[in-house]
Nanobody, 127 residues
Framework: QVQLVESGGGLVQAGGSLRLSCAASGRTFSSSIMGWFRQAPGKERQFVAAISWNGGSTYDTDSVKGRFTISRDNAKNTVYLQMNSLKPEDTAVYYC????????????????????WGQGTQVTVSP
């Protein structure tokens, strides 16, 4: 069992930065693939980024390329999402997720492919 707790959300002006954190409990974190998703009001949850168990591979969706960076620190059981050059369209609740089994991270873009979820943290970007 893995429990995930996100933090770091808030209100920021367009062009600003935020760093989200996701703290995980459980001994399987260091072997889990981790992902970030987001859900804007009235929209479906969408994939943002994923990272392999050792941080050696990352994958992110086109709309955040060059602006967001996913990373992890297995010693701290934490995965991060550094968000720069934020835009109003980035406004959403951001969720982290964990997957127990291995796979090509570039293929892990659907909610059903992850086993555990956090409660989410709100990110609001003002114009």
């Amino acid at each position: 069992q893995v429990q995930l707790v996100e933090s770091g959300g808030g209100l920021v002006q367009a062009g600003g930065s935020l760093r989200l954190s996701c703290a995980a409990s459980g001994r399987t974190f260091s072997s889990s693939i981790m992902g970030w998703f987001r859900q804007a009001p009235g929209k479906e949850r969408q994939f943002v980024a994923a990272i392999s168990w050792n941080g050696g591979s990352t994958y992110d969706t086109d709309s955040v390329k060059g602006r967001f960076t996913i990373s992890r620190d297995n010693a701290k059981n934490t995965v991060y999402l550094q968000m720069n050059s934020l835009k109003p369209e980035d406004t959403a609740v951001y969720y982290c997720a964990a997957r127990r089994s291995s796979a090509l991270i570039g293929s892990l873009r659907e909610e059903r492919q992850y086993d555990y979820w956090g409660q989410g943290t709100q990110v609001t970007v003002s114009p």
